[in-house]
């Protein structure tokens, strides 16, 4: 399963995204880790991004309602930081 991290700068407007890294999971261990340059903050260009990509979880420091509707027709979820402490996975990388 591919889960992408949507990082935002403190320099960027609120929901502009700049960055992105996106783990491979297998079995609850990470197996890879890129890192993405996202051109545009725009919801189209954002979920085709993620269809490419294979991604079926989206974690962001915001929540766009219109991204998580046209996500979750994709099969992709998408979810706010908040869920990362629940996430067991993730546990790991929260000190």
Do not use: H
Request: hydrophobic share 40%.
């Amino acid at each position: 399963m591919r889960i992408a991290l949507l990082l935002r700068s403190k320099k960027q407007p609120k929901n502009e995204i700049g960055q992105a890294v996106v783990f491979d999971v297998e079995k609850d261990k990470v197996v890879g880790v890129e890192n993405e340059t996202l051109q545009s903050k725009d919801v189209k260009t954002l979920t085709s991004w993620a269809q490419a990509k294979r991604i079926k979880e989206i974690y962001s420091p915001f929540i766009d309602e219109q991204l998580r509707f046209i996500c979750k027709a994709l099969g992709i979820e998408v979810r706010g930081y908040d869920e990362l402490s629940d996430d067991r996975l993730f546990q790991t990388f929260i000190l």
